[in-house]
């Protein structure tokens, strides 16, 4: 990205951001004949092909009223559907509102996150915060605590030093952990505690381990005092993580009563959330990442992230990011995620495809098309709701490949679907379908997805580390799915380009 006339010469047809800078280079690269109006009439060739492709070019009416009030519909059930529930000790929840007031703890839950910073967000009209949600939905709040945030949140962002550039994400705000008398009034004259710890990584905020990953010192503080103070009156606390990333929860899920990921549901995220909290949606969300115990667990942790090899600063978008040239070892190969956790038994907080309901789901036995392999092999198990309310539960398929040549983890996600809203006792057939290239794995030396002949385990499972039931069929031979070109190999050592 330092060479704008080098970018158009390239057959970079569009070059982003598109700064100020950018326009000069490339305006002065005309001057001095580095760059030619042919080679710029190229690339806006197909910038211009694409534009008359366009609907409106073809003469498509556009309307500027969508149906916001649909759409809001659509974002409420969407955000819904995907909030996991982690924790829900001795039926905690669904909560009633009719069953007294509600203390509403930590700064998140007055200023709801809906989305990740720079591309990682959209342009949300509006963000219902979980104090909002729970307003729309009849709670009672206590409005002395609800007073001493909406204090506390201005004052301290108000002592923040300014943006060094538009780019930067908001720097957060201690959390206010209120004091030992007026947690005991609140314990005292409210029903249940909810408490939300807010993270905004994205687009150059990523996560780091300390405030980030971990706990602060404040939040960890919050959570303790209060949940002293309930569970010493007989009641009960509910964390609620408004978070777009895995976190630690090992060193403090066992002091309160539920835990709620709710992520970071968009506009009408705080709806979304007292729906599941409620009880109007029974959640059927599973993570989409492992929950480590430590950071450390992480096979990526020791390498990530990298090393300097040179100490002179790299300056781009004219001085906004600065950075320096690093190198990163992948030593982690194939084992990320659940690969890494599953295979070398290193026990999760909560586990990849985890999340609890309010009802309970049956499984059936694993029923296969065929016991042997010939191109592709339907799976098909039975999910029976055997609890008490109406509920979805999302099945994840699993297969376990044989001991061959091929390096594999302990098993593979290859297809999850989730059942319709079940009645109590009623059940759904789930079909799945695998295909030769599900069971294979790419063989370097062959330079091709080879699948080894042998015994392959399918498993229908809750998450990665709970098999409800599992068949078993026959690969006869060795079969290769698909060659590639050897094109782009590593030529040289690292030493090499780094002498």
Not at 241 to 246: E, I, M, Q, R
Not at 470 to 484: C, K, Y
């Amino acid at each position: 990205g330092d060479d704008a006339v080098a970018q158009i010469k390239a057959g970079n047809n569009l070059i982003m951001p598109g700064v100020p800078e950018t326009t000069q280079a490339l305006k002065d690269g005309l001057a001095n004949g580095s760059l030619t109006e042919q080679d710029l009439d190229d690339n806006v060739k197909y910038i211009l092909d694409v534009a008359l492709r366009a609907p409106s070019v073809k003469g498509y009416k556009f309307s500027n009223e969508p149906d916001l009030k649909g759409h809001a519909v659509v974002a409420r059930q969407a955000a819904a559907e995907g909030i996991v529930l982690l924790k829900n000790a001795g039926g905690t929840l669904p909560l009633s509102a009719a069953s007294g007031k509600v203390a509403v703890f930590g700064k998140s839950s007055y200023e709801f996150i809906s989305g990740g910073t720079g591309s990682g967000d959209v342009n949300e009209a509006y963000t219902v915060s979980l104090l909002d949600g729970l307003d729309n939905a009849g709670f009672s709040i206590d409005s002395a605590l609800k007073q001493q945030y909406e204090a506390y949140i201005p004052a301290e962002r108000a002592k923040l030093p300014p943006k060094a550039h538009f780019l930067m994400p908001d720097t957060p705000i201690p959390e206010l952990v209120p004091a030992a008398g007026e947690l005991k009034r609140l314990a005292q004259e409210t029903a249940i505690a909810l408490i939300t710890l807010g993270r905004r990584p994205g687009e150059m905020a990523d996560v780091k381990i300390d405030g980030g990953f971990n706990l602060t010192a404040g939040e960890q503080e919050l959570i303790r005092t209060t949940a002293e103070a309930y569970h010493a009156a007989g009641k009960k606390v509910v964390v609620i993580l408004n978070v777009g990333n895995a976190i630690e929860t090992a060193s403090w899920r066992d002091q309160v009563d539920a835990i709620v990921v709710p992520w970071q549901g968009g506009q009408e995220a705080g709806n979304a959330l007292v729906d599941v909290l409620s009880g109007k949606v029974n959640p059927s969300g599973k993570l989409a990442s492992t929950f480590p115990v430590h950071y450390q667990d992480v096979s990526t942790a020791a390498n990530f992230p990298g090393r300097t090899v040179s100490d002179q600063p790299i300056s781009v978008l004219d001085g906004l990011l600065t950075g320096y040239a690093s190198e990163v070892e992948y030593e982690e190969g194939i084992y990320v995620g659940y690969r890494y956790f599953d295979t070398f038994d290193v026990k999760p907080s909560y586990p990849f495809g985890f999340g609890l309901s309010y009802t309970e789901f049956d499984y059936g036995p694993v029923r296969l098309s065929s016991v042997t392999f010939d191109n592709e092999l339907q799976v098909e198990v039975d999910v029976t709701n055997s609890g008490k309310v109406a509920g979805k539960e999302v099945v994840q398929l699993y297969v376990s490949a044989p001991a061959g040549n091929l390096d594999k983890p302990r098993k593979e996600l290859k297809g999850y679907a989730k059942t319709a809203l079940l009645q109590p006792g009623k059940t759904e057939t789930l079909t799945f379908r695998l295909n030769a290239r599900d069971l294979a794995s790419f063989d370097q030396a062959s330079h091709a997805w080879v699948a080894d002949a042998g015994s392959y385990q399918v498993i229908a499972a809750a998450s990665s580390a709970d098999g409800r039931s599992q068949a078993s069929f026959t690969l006869p031979g060795r079969t290769v799915v698909a060659t590639v070109n050897p094109v782009l190999q590593p030529q040289r050592a690292l030493e090499d380009i780094h002498p």
